[in-house]
C-alpha cells in the first residue's frame, strides 16, 4: 500500500510540475495565417504568394492539415521546406533559404525539379519513397549542385517523410535538411593531415631504422678497421723480422723489405678500390703483376671467375710478389724471350688450384738454401687457403702450385 501511495503521490508531483512550465503562457488561440505574419522572413512571403496559380489553390482552399504544417514549418528553427502537391511545388522556412543560394528570391511556388534541376536525378528515388510514406535519415549524401551559377561539391543530411491531408492521403513530402559540406570536407582534411603524419611517421621511423642500421655498420667498420689495422701491424712486422733475419747483409735486408712492402701497399690500394669487398681473382693478379709486366706476352693469365676474400687476395699477392722478384732476378723474367703462365681451376666442394709456370727462361737450379721467401710462399699463403703449396725447380722452368679451397677460415695473421 506504501509504495501504491508513494507513486501517486510521484504521479501529481509531476503534473505540478509540468503545470509550472505552462504558467503565465498565453492559450488564446490565433489563425494560421495570424502566425505566419508573425514569423517574419517566410512568413509574409507565403501569405503573399500567388497560389492560386498552382496547384495548391488559394490559401483560402488549404485544409487545417496542409495550414498546420505550414505554421509548423515556419516555427522551427531548423532548415525545412514542403513539397506539395502533383508538381512538388515548395514552400520553406526561413533556416532552409540559405540553403538555395542564389535561387532564393526564385523558389517559392517553383516546383521542386524547376528548382534544383541539377540534382533532380539524383534526388527523385528519395522523393519516391517519401511519397510513397516512408520516412527515412541520410547522412552525408554528396551532391553536385550549381546553386551560386557554378558546380560545387556539396554534403547533405536530412530527413524526408511524407505530408498528409485532412483525409490522410499523401500530398507532397516535407524534407528537414541540414548542409554538412563543411564538416565533410573538415573531416577529409583532417583524414589528409592525418594520413601525411602518417606518411611522416612512417618516414622518421624507417629514417631512424636506417640512422640506427648505419651506426651498426659504422661500428662494425669501426671494429673491422681495428681488426685490419692489427693484421697490417702485424704482417708489417713479420715481413720485417723475416726479411732481416734471413738477409746476408743490410743492403739485402733493405731491398727484399723495400719491395714487400710497397707489394703491401699496392694490395692495400687495391682493398680500398674494393671498398674492402671480394675482388676477382684476374683483377688481382693484373694489378699485382703490373710492375713486372715488360712486354705483353710477359705473363699468360687462364682462369674462371673468382671473387675472392680479403685474406685470401693477401695471400695470392704476397706470393706472386715473392714469384715475380725471383723471377725477375733469376729466372723467365730475367730474359727477353721468357715468360709465365698462371692458371687457376675451381674444384667441388670450393677446392681451388693454382699454378705459376715458368717459361723460356734460363736453366734452373735449386737455390742452395731456402729463405723466408720460401716460407711465405710454401706455408704462410697456403694457411691462408687451409691448404698446400709446393715450389717445384725443373730446368726449364720454375712450378708454384696452391691448393686449398676458397671459403675456409683463413689465419687472420701471418
Same mark, same amino acid.
Request: proline share 5%.
Given at each position: 500500500m506504501d509504495m501504491v501511495r508513494n507513486r501517486v503521490s510521484l504521479q501529481k508531483d509531476h503534473k505540478n510540475l509540468s503545470g509550472i512550465a505552462w504558467a503565465g503562457v498565453d492559450k488564446s488561440s490565433a489563425e494560421h495565417e495570424t502566425i505566419w505574419a508573425r514569423q517574419g522572413g517566410m512568413g509574409p512571403m507565403i501569405l503573399n504568394h500567388d497560389w492560386a496559380s498552382t496547384a495548391l489553390g488559394p490559401i483560402s482552399s488549404w485544409g487545417p492539415a496542409l495550414r498546420s504544417q505550414v505554421t509548423t514549418m515556419l516555427s522551427t528553427g531548423q532548415p525545412m521546406a514542403l513539397w506539395l502537391g502533383p508538381e512538388l511545388v515548395g514552400l520553406f522556412n526561413n533556416s532552409f533559404v540559405p540553403v538555395l543560394g542564389a535561387r532564393r528570391d526564385a523558389a517559392l511556388g517553383i %516546383? *521542386?525539379? #524547376? !528548382?534544383? %534541376? @541539377? !540534382?533532380?536525378? @539524383?534526388? =527523385? %528515388? *528519395? !522523393?519516391? /519513397?517519401a511519397l510513397s510514406g516512408e520516412t527515412f535519415w541520410l547522412e552525408d549524401l554528396p551532391l553536385v549542385m550549381t546553386r551560386n551559377g557554378y558546380d560545387e561539391q556539396t554534403y547533405w543530411t536530412f530527413s524526408y517523410g511524407p505530408a498528409f491531408d485532412d483525409e490522410g492521403c499523401v500530398i507532397g513530402f516535407q524534407a528537414m535538411v541540414y548542409e554538412t559540406t563543411a564538416t565533410v570536407r573538415t573531416t577529409e582534411a583532417i583524414e589528409r593531415v592525418n594520413v601525411a603524419l602518417e606518411q611522416e611517421v612512417e618516414k622518421s621511423r624507417k629514417a631512424l631504422q636506417a640512422q640506427k642500421a648505419a651506426e651498426r655498420r659504422r661500428d662494425a667498420l669501426q671494429r673491422e678497421l681495428v681488426h685490419r689495422m692489427k693484421n697490417m701491424s702485424a704482417i708489417v712486422q713479420s715481413l720485417a723480422v723475416q726479411s732481416l733475419r734471413h738477409a746476408d747483409d743490410l743492403e739485402s735486408? #733493405?731491398?727484399? =723489405?723495400?719491395? /714487400? =712492402?710497397?707489394?703491401?701497399? /699496392?694490395?692495400? @690500394?687495391?682493398?680500398?678500390?674494393?671498398?674492402?669487398?671480394?675482388?676477382d681473382i684476374k683483377a688481382l693478379i693484373e694489378a699485382v703483376i703490373a710492375p713486372y709486366q715488360l712486354g705483353e706476352d710477359g705473363f699468360v693469365l687462364d682462369g674462371p671467375a673468382a671473387p675472392l676474400g680479403n685474406q685470401h687476395a693477401m695471400g695470392i699477392a704476397l706470393a706472386f710478389h715473392e714469384l715475380a722478384t725471383n723471377a725477375t732476378k733469376y729466372g723467365s723474367l730475367s730474359v727477353e724471350t721468357g715468360r709465365v703462365v698462371v692458371e687457376w681451376q675451381l674444384g667441388e666442394d670450393n677446392g681451388f688450384t693454382l699454378t705459376w709456370r715458368e717459361e723460356g727462361g734460363p736453366e734452373v737450379t735449386p737455390p742452395a738454401r731456402k729463405g723466408f721467401g720460401s716460407t711465405l710462399t710454401q706455408r704462410i699463403v697456403a694457411d691462408y687457403f687451409a691448404g698446400k703449396a709446393e715450389t717445384r725447380y725443373h730446368p726449364e722452368g720454375v712450378v708454384y702450385q696452391l691448393t686449398g679451397a676458397l671459403q675456409q677460415h683463413v689465419p687472420d695473421k701471418i
Amino acid at each position: 500500500m506504501d509504495m501504491v501511495r508513494n507513486r501517486v503521490s510521484l504521479q501529481k508531483d509531476h503534473k505540478n510540475l509540468s503545470g509550472i512550465a505552462w504558467a503565465g503562457v498565453d492559450k488564446s488561440s490565433a489563425e494560421h495565417e495570424t502566425i505566419w505574419a508573425r514569423q517574419g522572413g517566410m512568413g509574409p512571403m507565403i501569405l503573399n504568394h500567388d497560389w492560386a496559380s498552382t496547384a495548391l489553390g488559394p490559401i483560402s482552399s488549404w485544409g487545417p492539415a496542409l495550414r498546420s504544417q505550414v505554421t509548423t514549418m515556419l516555427s522551427t528553427g531548423q532548415p525545412m521546406a514542403l513539397w506539395l502537391g502533383p508538381e512538388l511545388v515548395g514552400l520553406f522556412n526561413n533556416s532552409f533559404v540559405p540553403v538555395l543560394g542564389a535561387r532564393r528570391d526564385a523558389a517559392l511556388g517553383i %516546383p *521542386l525539379s #524547376e !528548382v534544383w %534541376p @541539377d !540534382v533532380w536525378e @539524383d534526388v =527523385l %528515388p *528519395l !522523393v519516391r /519513397r517519401a511519397l510513397s510514406g516512408e520516412t527515412f535519415w541520410l547522412e552525408d549524401l554528396p551532391l553536385v549542385m550549381t546553386r551560386n551559377g557554378y558546380d560545387e561539391q556539396t554534403y547533405w543530411t536530412f530527413s524526408y517523410g511524407p505530408a498528409f491531408d485532412d483525409e490522410g492521403c499523401v500530398i507532397g513530402f516535407q524534407a528537414m535538411v541540414y548542409e554538412t559540406t563543411a564538416t565533410v570536407r573538415t573531416t577529409e582534411a583532417i583524414e589528409r593531415v592525418n594520413v601525411a603524419l602518417e606518411q611522416e611517421v612512417e618516414k622518421s621511423r624507417k629514417a631512424l631504422q636506417a640512422q640506427k642500421a648505419a651506426e651498426r655498420r659504422r661500428d662494425a667498420l669501426q671494429r673491422e678497421l681495428v681488426h685490419r689495422m692489427k693484421n697490417m701491424s702485424a704482417i708489417v712486422q713479420s715481413l720485417a723480422v723475416q726479411s732481416l733475419r734471413h738477409a746476408d747483409d743490410l743492403e739485402s735486408a #733493405e731491398h727484399s =723489405l723495400t719491395g /714487400r =712492402l710497397a707489394s703491401f701497399a /699496392r694490395i692495400q @690500394d687495391l682493398f680500398s678500390a674494393h671498398q674492402w669487398h671480394g675482388m676477382d681473382i684476374k683483377a688481382l693478379i693484373e694489378a699485382v703483376i703490373a710492375p713486372y709486366q715488360l712486354g705483353e706476352d710477359g705473363f699468360v693469365l687462364d682462369g674462371p671467375a673468382a671473387p675472392l676474400g680479403n685474406q685470401h687476395a693477401m695471400g695470392i699477392a704476397l706470393a706472386f710478389h715473392e714469384l715475380a722478384t725471383n723471377a725477375t732476378k733469376y729466372g723467365s723474367l730475367s730474359v727477353e724471350t721468357g715468360r709465365v703462365v698462371v692458371e687457376w681451376q675451381l674444384g667441388e666442394d670450393n677446392g681451388f688450384t693454382l699454378t705459376w709456370r715458368e717459361e723460356g727462361g734460363p736453366e734452373v737450379t735449386p737455390p742452395a738454401r731456402k729463405g723466408f721467401g720460401s716460407t711465405l710462399t710454401q706455408r704462410i699463403v697456403a694457411d691462408y687457403f687451409a691448404g698446400k703449396a709446393e715450389t717445384r725447380y725443373h730446368p726449364e722452368g720454375v712450378v708454384y702450385q696452391l691448393t686449398g679451397a676458397l671459403q675456409q677460415h683463413v689465419p687472420d695473421k701471418i
